[in-house]
C-alpha cells in the first residue's frame, strides 16, 4: 500500500511525523509519502542518517509548498491552499497514487480536504470520525467522534453503518454489536434524536443490542457505540482526562503511603501496561469514513509510534478495500 | 434539620436505609424520619438492636403504605401512590415538617414527586440534578446530569446559575468557575445549543470561563460543569465505568508481573484511597435544584455509608436555605 502522510500536521510535527514515517517503514512493506515542503523533510530526515539506512526504508519525500495550521478555518485554509501538505495528500489519493491519506494536524481541515478532493461517498449523507476505544477486553469504535455536532436519526444510522463494516472489516469482528449511546437500557430512555435512531438501527438489519449506558462503553459491551459528534468527542477526551486522573492519583495515593514506595518498580511495569492500554498513542488514528477514499485522522499531539499507528491504519483500511465495502452496503440497505 | 428519608427506595432498601439512617443519626444532630410502611422498618432496625441503642438516636418511623417500583412509570406511580414512601417524603417538606428529603430510588419519579408536591420556584423553567463528580483536587458539579434530556439554551444558562449558587453555598466556593461542555475551546466550537447558551452564560453575571473540553472536568478547570441531562448522565455513567476498568486493568496488570504480587499490599491501600475518591458513595446524593424544597436524588445502588451522605447532603443544602437562595438569585437575574 502507498501512504501518503501530511508531514506538517500534528503538533510536533514535522519531527513526529518523519519519526513516524520512519517506523512505519522499518515496521511494514508499505511505501510512505511524506508530503510537504521538501527541504524541511529532507532536513529533518538526516536527523536519523546515523541511525537507519535511509536508502533502504520504502520512503519518498512529495513536495508541497503550504501548510495549513492548527486554529485555520478548515474550509478556508483547504480551499486557499491547494498546494498545502493536507490538501496533496488528500489530492494524491484522488488521483490513485495513493491508497491512504494520514493526517495528524488540524482534524477540522483533514475533513474538509477529504469532503473537497475525495468527495463523499454516494448515497453517504455526512462522514464520520470512527475513533477507536480501548474496553476492558479489546475496543470498540465510537461513531462519531467529532466530525458532527447538531445529528439526525438518518445520520446516526449511517454512522453505525459505516462503523460496523469497519470494525467488521478491519478488526475482523464478526456481527459487530452496535448500540446507541443513552440514558437507560430501555427502549423508551434517551433524547429526541436517540429515540427516533433506535427505532431506525432496530429495523437496519445490523447487530443492534439497543441502548448503551456510559457506564456499558468501557465495559465492552458494543463494538460500535453510535452517538452525536458532540457526544462522542465529550466522552473520548472525558476519558483521557479520566484516565490521566486516575493514574496521577494512584501515583500520589503511593505517596501517602510511604512503606509503599518499596513496590513502586512493580507499580510501574502495572502501570506502564494500563497506560498502554488507555493510551490513544496505541490504536493510531481514526478514520474518516464515508469519503470516497481512506482518510486517517490522528491525535494532535501525536508521537512518532503515534503516528506509525496512524500510518498502519489506513494502510490496513486500504487493504480491506473499506470504501468499496461501504460503497456496497449502501447499495444494500436502506438508508434514509 | 429535619429529613425525609425514602426508606424503600434503592436497589438495597430497606436495609441500605435504615442502616444509612442509623449512621447519619450517629453522625450528626439531625433527626430523620424513616418513610415507609412501619412494619417492615421496625422490623429492618430490630436487627441493630444489639449493636446501637436505638432509642438514643434521633431517628422516627412515619408510615406510608405504598412504594413506588424501580420500573414503575414515574409521573404516573406519582399521581397514583399518594401514599407511597416518596410521595409521603416530598409531602413533609411541602408540608414544612422535614427540610429535605431524599430518596435513592426510582429518579424518574423522586422528581416527579418533588415536582407535583414542592412545585417549580417561580421563574426556574426546568429543575436540574446537579451531581457533584471528583477532580483531581476537588470536586465539581454537574448539571443538568439526568433531568432533562433534550434542552434549549435558557434552560442551561439556569442549570448554570443554579448549580453555582449551590457550589458556593454548600462547597463555600468563592466564585464558582462555570463552563459549558463542549468539543474545543474556542467559543465557536460546539453544537446549535451550546453556542447559544456560550453566548447567555456570557452575559450571566456569572464566572464564566467559557467552553470546556471532556479532558477538562476531572482536570478541575471549571466548579460547575453546565450540560444538558442527556450529556450529563453518559459522562457520568462513563466515567464510573472507566475508573472501574482501570482498576481492574491495575489488577489484572499486576497479575501478569507475579514480582509485583509482593507489592500488593501497599498497593490495595492506594487503590482503596482511589477508589474512595472515584467512589459517588462519599459524594452522598445530587440536589434536584430548582424545585421549592430540599430534594436530595441518591444512586440506586447506594449502601449504608452513600445513604448516610445523601442525607447529610440533604441536610447541609437546607441548613445553607439552599431554595432561598436560588428564589433571590433568580429574581436577580434575567432570565428568559
Known amino acids: 500500500m502507498i501512504i501518503a502522510l501530511d508531514a506538517m500536521g500534528g503538533d510536533f510535527a514535522p519531527a513526529s511525523t518523519v519519526e513516524g514515517a520512519i517506523f512505519a517503514a522499518k515496521e511494514s ?14 532536513e529533518e530526515m538526516l536527523k536519523y542518517h546515523k541511525k537507519y539506512n535511509l536508502q533502504s526504508l520504502n520512503i519518498e519525500i512529495v513536495n508541497a509548498t503550504e501548510v495549513i495550521g492548527m486554529d485555520e478555518h478548515p474550509a478556508k485554509a483547504v480551499r486557499q491552499k491547494k498546494d498545502s501538505s493536507l490538501s496533496v495528500c488528500a489530492k494524491l489519493v484522488a488521483a490513485g497514487k495513493a491508497d491512504a491519506c494520514v493526517s495528524l494536524g488540524n482534524s477540522g481541515a ?8 475525495l468527495k463523499r461517498i454516494d ?3 455526512r462522514p464520520a470520525i470512527c475513533s477507536p476505544f480501548p474496553t476492558i477486553d479489546g475496543q470498540c469504535i465510537i461513531s462519531d467522534s467529532g466530525a458532527n455536532m447538531d445529528c439526525k436519526p438518518e445520520h446516526l444510522l449511517q454512522f453505525g453503518i459505516m462503523a460496523s463494516i469497519y470494525c467488521e472489516k478491519v478488526f475482523r469482528t464478526e456481527k459487530p454489536r452496535v448500540g446507541i449511546v443513552s440514558v ?7 433524547n429526541e434524536v436517540s ?3 433506535y427505532e431506525m438501527l432496530k429495523k437496519s438489519g445490523l447487530n443492534f443490542i439497543g441502548n448503551i449506558e456510559g457506564r456499558d462503553i468501557s465495559r465492552g ?10 457526544v462522542g468527542n465529550v466522552i473520548l477526551k ?35 501496561d494500563l497506560r498502554k492500554k488507555v493510551d490513544y498513542r496505541g490504536y493510531g488514528g481514526a478514520p474518516l469514513l464515508g469519503v470516497d477514499g481512506v482518510c486517517i485522522i490522528g491525535h494532535g499531539s501525536s508521537n512518532g509510534t503515534a503516528v506509525m499507528n496512524a500510518v498502519l491504519a489506513g494502510a490496513r483500511a486500504a487493504e480491506h478495500d473499506i470504501t468499496k465495502e461501504i460503497k456496497e ?8
Open 329 to 336: 452496503a449502501l447499495q444494500n440497505t436502506k438508508l434514509q
Open 221 to 230: 459491551k458494543a463494538d460500535v457505540v453510535v452517538c452525536d459528534g458532540f
Open 123 to 125: 448515497g453517504v449523507l
Open 110 to 117: 483533514a475533513m474538509a480536504a477529504a469532503l473537497f478532493y
Open 195 to 197: 429515540l427516533a435512531t
Open 238 to 272: 472525558f476519558g483521557e482526562g479520566l484516565a490521566e486522573t486516575m493514574l496521577k492519583l494512584v501515583k500520589k495515593g503511593f505517596k501517602k503511603h510511604p512503606i509503599a514506595w518499596a513496590s513502586l518498580p512493580f507499580l510501574w511495569t502495572a502501570l506502564r
Open 184 to 190: 437507560g437500557e430501555e427502549p423508551t430512555k434517551g
Open 29 to 42: 512493506k508499505h511505501k510512505i509519502l511524506l508530503v510537504g515542503p521538501e527541504k524541511i523533510i529532507a
